[in-house]
Protein backbone atom coordinates (compact mmCIF):
# COMPACT_ATOMS: atom_id res chain seq x y z
CA UNK A 1 0.00 0.00 0.00
CA UNK A 2 1.30 3.39 -0.71
CA UNK A 3 -0.17 6.50 0.76
CA UNK A 4 1.14 10.11 -0.21
CA UNK A 5 0.33 13.02 2.76
CA UNK A 6 -0.39 16.26 1.92
CA UNK A 7 0.52 19.20 5.03
CA UNK A 8 0.56 23.11 5.03
CA UNK A 9 -2.44 24.14 3.50
CA UNK A 10 -4.86 27.43 5.48
CA UNK A 11 -5.33 30.49 5.03
CA UNK A 12 -3.30 33.54 4.02
CA UNK A 13 -3.48 36.51 2.90
CA UNK A 14 -2.44 37.80 -0.49
CA UNK A 15 1.15 38.44 -0.86
CA UNK A 16 1.57 35.79 1.86
CA UNK A 17 3.42 32.38 1.59
CA UNK A 18 2.75 28.92 2.33
CA UNK A 19 5.18 26.01 2.27
CA UNK A 20 3.23 22.60 1.21
CA UNK A 21 4.90 19.48 1.79
CA UNK A 22 3.80 15.82 0.45
CA UNK A 23 5.38 12.96 2.29
CA UNK A 24 5.24 9.03 0.22
CA UNK A 25 5.14 6.04 2.25
CA UNK A 26 4.66 2.40 1.99
CA UNK A 27 5.71 -0.12 -1.00
CA UNK A 28 8.12 2.09 -2.74
CA UNK A 29 11.28 1.04 -5.02
CA UNK A 30 11.79 4.29 -6.29
CA UNK A 31 9.68 7.57 -7.16
CA UNK A 32 10.48 8.66 -11.19
CA UNK A 33 8.23 12.05 -11.28
CA UNK A 34 6.14 13.97 -8.19
CA UNK A 35 4.13 16.90 -8.61
CA UNK A 36 1.45 19.65 -7.77
CA UNK A 37 -1.85 20.04 -9.32
CA UNK A 38 -4.46 22.31 -7.98
CA UNK A 39 -8.27 22.48 -8.11
CA UNK A 40 -10.36 25.39 -7.58
CA UNK A 41 -14.53 25.31 -7.60
CA UNK A 42 -16.31 25.03 -11.49
CA UNK A 43 -12.63 24.09 -12.65
CA UNK A 44 -10.32 21.08 -14.20
CA UNK A 45 -7.24 20.23 -12.20
CA UNK A 46 -4.73 21.82 -13.31
CA UNK A 47 -0.51 21.22 -13.09
CA UNK A 48 1.13 23.82 -10.93
CA UNK A 49 4.56 22.56 -10.96
CA UNK A 50 6.46 19.43 -11.61
CA UNK A 51 9.79 17.37 -10.62
CA UNK A 52 11.31 14.88 -11.48
CA UNK A 53 13.90 12.45 -9.71
CA UNK A 54 16.63 14.20 -11.47
CA UNK A 55 15.53 17.68 -10.24
CA UNK A 56 14.40 18.84 -12.95
CA UNK A 57 11.55 21.18 -13.33
CA UNK A 58 8.00 22.80 -15.05
CA UNK A 59 5.88 25.28 -13.39
CA UNK A 60 2.38 26.24 -14.83
CA UNK A 61 3.09 29.95 -16.62
CA UNK A 62 0.52 31.40 -13.92
CA UNK A 63 2.92 30.35 -10.58
CA UNK A 64 6.60 30.83 -12.42
CA UNK A 65 8.81 33.39 -10.52
CA UNK A 66 6.15 32.64 -7.51
CA UNK A 67 6.36 29.28 -6.29
CA UNK A 68 9.44 26.57 -6.22
CA UNK A 69 8.81 23.29 -6.19
CA UNK A 70 11.94 20.74 -4.50
CA UNK A 71 12.25 17.29 -2.93
CA UNK A 72 13.74 15.37 -0.61
CA UNK A 73 15.12 11.80 -2.26
CA UNK A 74 15.81 10.17 1.04
CA UNK A 75 12.51 10.94 2.35
CA UNK A 76 10.21 10.70 -0.24
CA UNK A 77 8.73 13.90 0.19
CA UNK A 78 8.47 17.18 -2.61
CA UNK A 79 7.49 20.12 -1.35
CA UNK A 80 6.18 23.73 -2.83
CA UNK A 81 7.19 27.08 -1.78
CA UNK A 82 4.04 29.34 -2.58
CA UNK A 83 5.05 32.87 -2.35
CA UNK A 84 3.38 36.13 -3.37
CA UNK A 85 0.03 34.36 -3.15
CA UNK A 86 -3.06 35.81 -4.97
CA UNK A 87 -6.80 35.01 -4.50
CA UNK A 88 -6.62 33.03 -8.08
CA UNK A 89 -4.26 30.42 -6.09
CA UNK A 90 -6.88 29.57 -4.04
CA UNK A 91 -7.21 25.84 -4.59
CA UNK A 92 -8.05 22.24 -3.25
CA UNK A 93 -3.96 21.32 -3.92
CA UNK A 94 -3.05 17.69 -4.63
CA UNK A 95 0.66 15.59 -4.37
CA UNK A 96 1.25 13.53 -7.08
CA UNK A 97 3.98 10.42 -7.61
CA UNK A 98 4.75 8.63 -10.44
CA UNK A 99 6.45 5.39 -8.82
CA UNK A 100 7.60 1.57 -8.95
CA UNK A 101 7.15 -0.52 -5.94
CA UNK A 102 9.54 -2.98 -7.04
CA UNK A 103 12.96 -2.64 -9.28
CA UNK A 104 12.18 -2.50 -13.04
CA UNK A 105 8.48 -2.97 -12.25
CA UNK A 106 5.17 -1.32 -14.16
CA UNK A 107 4.81 2.68 -13.11
CA UNK A 108 1.67 3.77 -11.07
CA UNK A 109 0.37 7.19 -10.49
CA UNK A 110 -0.53 8.12 -7.05
CA UNK A 111 -2.44 10.95 -5.39
CA UNK A 112 -2.76 12.73 -1.86
CA UNK A 113 -5.68 13.29 -0.97
CA UNK A 114 -5.41 17.10 -1.28
CA UNK A 115 -4.98 20.27 1.48
CA UNK A 116 -6.81 23.22 1.15
CA UNK A 117 -5.44 26.79 -0.21
CA UNK A 118 -7.10 29.66 0.71
CA UNK A 119 -5.87 33.36 -0.28
CA UNK A 120 -8.02 35.93 1.02
CA UNK A 121 -8.25 39.70 3.24
Known amino acids: QVQLVESGGGLVQPGGSLRLSCAASGSIFSIDAMGWYRQAPGKQRELVAH???????NYADSVKGRFTISRDNAKNTVYLQMNSLKPEDTAVYYC???????????????WGRGTQVTVSS
Open 96 to 110: HANLRKVQAGLRYDY
Open 51 to 57: ITSGGST
